[in-house]
């Protein structure tokens, strides 16, 4: 039988922090992307989710399905990293000025799990 997908998510809970919150004031349109990628190597996410900034706090769930390319979803790397990005300019590519908050390593071995994100590190 085919190993479950359903294994292979991660649960993120994201919200910002106080100085994103005063930062960004009531933009609730502003893209949000939450996000897996490779712990080392490629940057390309995967598996995403597109959100607002009106929605946080929000707990969403990335999972095998959001993978951009076939062979290239969670399953696709032994440790990752899970990133919530401010976009203000609605792009995929990070630009100074975003919002960022990011996880620690996260072992594949160690999904499904739970993970906290709080926006609080300004890009330069």
Do not use: C, H
Not at 64 to 86: F, H, K, N
Not at 94 to 109: H, N, T, Y
Request: aromatic share 4%; proline share 6%.
């Amino acid at each position: 039988g085919e190993t479950s997908t359903a294994e292979l998510s991660v649960k993120v809970s994201v919200s910002l922090g106080d100085l994103a919150r005063t930062t960004l004031g009531d933009n609730p349109d502003v893209t949000v992307f939450v996000y897996a990628r490779a712990w080392q190597g490629a940057k390309m996410p995967l598996a995403i989710q597109k959100i607002t900034l009106g929605e946080l706090p929000l707990t969403v769930n990335l999972d095998e399905t959001m993978a951009m390319a076939p062979g290239m979803g969670l399953s696709s790397a032994s440790d990752l990293q899970i990133l919530a990005r401010v976009s203000l300019g609605g792009g995929a590519i990070a630009q100074p000025g975003d919002w960022i908050g990011r996880s620690v390593k996260l072992s594949r071995a160690s999904l499904p799990a739970d993970v906290t994100l709080i926006i609080s590190e300004l890009l330069p």
